[in-house]
């Protein structure tokens, strides 16, 4: 499956999901006073972001290392973004939280929220399919990353703006979207898996 920097930074928006991340951020920062908030939330991009551009540079010694063909991180890939997905088209019913005493940090916002399994199978995926094209891969993170940090900044606006149910709409049309690039990315990993049988 094919890569181009629009498509590789629309997948990595989808898998990252801002809007999606809008009530984690704020559950996890009620108790964080308002003025520090954007820090906190620059921050935690700022590591997640690291942690996938770490994984971009390591994907193909982690490959060999782990002795993983790229056939099987597709597939693999495949099965962890298709289950994320059904998490944002069904998501489970709400934990009752405890309040949080001190601001978070990296668990839960910067992982899993944003770099979580699928983000890393993905740019491990990129990478992987096309190494020559590495910086490529980097500027499509980096305006995930950007669009990510500016999406939760501005995210009590953006709740007050459009509302809750709005937000979930979104959330499981991504889902949705996500759901069929799961699919696409099975299909062709087993299509390529079928001469080898």
């Known amino acids: 499956m094919s890569y181009t920097f629009v498509s590789a930074t629309i997948l990595l928006l989808l898998i990252t ?9 704020a559950s996890a920062l009620k108790a964080v006073p308002a003025a520090r908030r954007p820090r906190v ?8 972001f690291g942690l996938l551009l770490a994984f971009m540079f390591v994907g193909d010694a982690f490959l060999r290392v782990m002795n993983l063909s790229q056939l099987a991180l597709q597939l693999a890939g495949a099965v962890v973004l298709f289950l994320i997905a059904l998490r944002m088209v069904f998501p489970p019913p709400p934990v009752p939280d ?33 190494p020559e094209r590495r910086w490529e891969w980097v500027a499509a993170l980096s305006v995930t990353m950007a669009v990510c940090a500016l999406v939760l900044v501005l995210s009590e606006r953006i709740q007050r703006w459009v509302g809750a149910r709005v937000l979930q709409a979104f959330e499981r049309l991504m889902g949705l979207i996500l759901v069929a690039v799961a699919v696409e990315m099975l299909l062709r990993g087993l299509k390529s898996l079928a001469p080898q049988l």
């Open 17 to 25: 999901a801002p809007l999606g991340n809008i009530p984690i951020f």
């Open 41 to 48: 939330i620059l921050r935690e991009v700022l590591i997640a």
């Open 98 to 130: 405890e309040e949080a005493a001190a601001e978070p940090l990296i668990v839960p916002l910067a992982v899993p929220a944003l770099a979580g399994p699928s983000a890393l199978a993905t740019v491990l995926l990129l990478v992987s399919q096309a």
